[in-house]
């Protein structure tokens, strides 16, 4: 049985409420059939319109094979490519971030334009026609600061995408702020793994003892049912919509990307030790009032977010190997906001640099445990897991119709 088969097969049979069989966790084989599903099929986060400011700024990254260089245009216009020389391949771009007025290969100096075009190959002979040699465009599409690329032949639409997340995020302003802070750390565990820990606070009395402080820990507030019949948060909701900051639980038909603007715990305004504000001037002068909780946006398989009234917080997910994940944190604060005056990086950034060093240990220890072969799923918690047992189905539900899709493209070819 081929390994798409294979797969198809265990998910069509899982058991309803229980972690994935062990393969999905561990085994080489199944990962790069998660890359070719999902990671190299469908819309990923991969930063802030605030990091590329200005014309010529770049960043890079590499998502499983491919390496993808996003850039602003000298029109303004953010763009992405394929970050591999139409020559022999060669990354045109080796830093993770940089500014340049052309983008050269280091290799043999063949040099591009911002929009990709060939400027430049020396020495290839007068029938050499340039323009068929530019950089390979990926899909992108920027909204409300957020920078999201395909690498699909044909993307899926974004346009839905953008009608549910844009409302919610628009007041924070994302686009006209600064980066106070990023950082990335490595979890050596599966990329669901790490969503799977984050998407419940069923742990977090045991473990994190700053975050506590500040966030609830109510399965309200963190899955994906119940929230609506929660008086305080939906007091909350009343408080900040009228407020003219939309806030209620708004969630993809397919689950894949959601919304909704959460209380946090008795006065708290942001994730810090004493609760109140880590930056002096508000993130954004569209917010009018206080205490406006965190506004949480998700979007599988790449980023969960928070945005309060003095900074926001971004968490890029990008899987390295079966058992390795990168995850990438990223403060966004007032673009005004002035280091050692209005914030501090280390007060800004304590709560969530403990949280995440102690979910990596968690998510490490969670895959040793997996790899033993007396492992079997176990039963998730219906009160507490069901932001876990959303993200499972979601999987389960997109690899399926994947596979499925594609098993029926190979019977009518035959």
């Known amino acids: 049985m081929d390994i798409h088969s294979q797969v198809l097969r265990q998910l069509n049979n899982r058991r309803e409420g229980f972690s994935l069989e062990q393969p999905?966790?561990?085994?080489?084989?199944?990962?790069?059939l998660d890359l070719e599903m999902i990671w190299y099929r469908d819309w990923l986060f991969v930063g802030h319109d605030c990091?590329?400011?200005?014309a010529g700024n770049y960043v890079t990254l590499q998502i499983g094979d491919y390496p993808v260089l996003v850039l602003r245009t000298r029109e303004g216009e953010i763009r992405a490519f394929h970050n591999t020389c139409r020559h022999r391949g060669h990354r045109v771009c080796t830093k993770d971030s940089g500014s340049a007025t052309r983008l050269v290969c280091p290799y043999?100096?063949?040099?591009?334009?911002?929009?990709?075009?060939?400027?430049?190959?020396?020495h290839m002979g007068d029938d050499f026609d340039k323009k068929q040699f530019g950089l390979k465009p990926v899909h992108c599409e920027s909204v409300a600061g957020y920078i999201f690329v395909c690498l699909a032949n044909e993307a899926p639409d974004f346009a839905p995408v953008r009608a549910t997340i844009q409302p919610y995020m628009a007041p924070h302003r994302l686009a006209e702020t600064k980066v106070a802070a990023k950082n990335t750390i490595i979890e050596k565990g599966n990329w669901?793994?790490?969503w799977e820990n984050n998407r419940e606070c069923y742990h977090?009395?045991?473990?994190?003892?700053?975050?506590?402080r500040t966030y609830p820990e109510a399965p309200t507030a963190t899955g994906v049912q119940g929230a609506g019949d929660d008086p305080f948060i939906s007091e909350h909701w009343q408080r900040c919509e009228a407020a003219n900051l939309p806030s209620t639980f708004n969630m993809s038909t397919d689950g894949q990307y959601r919304v909704a603007r959460m209380p946090l715990?008795?006065?708290a305004e942001s994730y810090t030790m004493n609760g109140r504000p880590a930056v002096a001037k508000a993130l954004s002068e569209d917010v009018k009032i206080s205490h406006i909780g965190t506004m949480l946006m998700f979007h599988y398989p790449t980023t969960w977010n928070h945005m309060l009234v003095d900074h926001a917080i971004s968490f890029r997910v990008i899987p390295i190997g079966?058992?390795?994940?990168?995850?990438?944190?990223?403060w966004l604060v007032n673009k005004d906001a002035v280091e050692g005056v209005d914030y501090t990086v280390e007060e800004l950034t304590h709560v969530w640099n403990m949280t995440n060093?102690?979910?990596?240990q968690i998510v490490e220890e969670n895959a040793f445990g997996i790899r033993s072969p007396a492992y079997e799923p176990g039963p998730y918690s219906q009160a507490h897991e069901g932001g876990v047992m959303q993200f499972v189905e979601w999987y389960a539900n997109f690899m399926t119709n994947r596979l499925q899709g594609d098993q029926a493209k190979l019977h009518a070819v035959a």
């Open 24 to 32: 999905f966790y561990i085994d080489p084989d199944y990962y790069k």
């Open 51 to 54: 990091e590329i400011p200005k």
């Open 108 to 122: 043999h100096q063949w040099t591009y334009q911002h929009d990709g075009t060939l400027m430049s190959a020396r």
């Open 192 to 194: 669901k793994l790490v």
């Open 204 to 212: 977090c009395a045991a473990n994190h003892p700053e975050l506590c």
């Open 265 to 267: 715990i008795e006065d």
């Open 322 to 330: 079966p058992e390795e994940t990168a995850v990438t944190t990223t």
């Open 357 to 360: 060093d102690q979910d990596r």
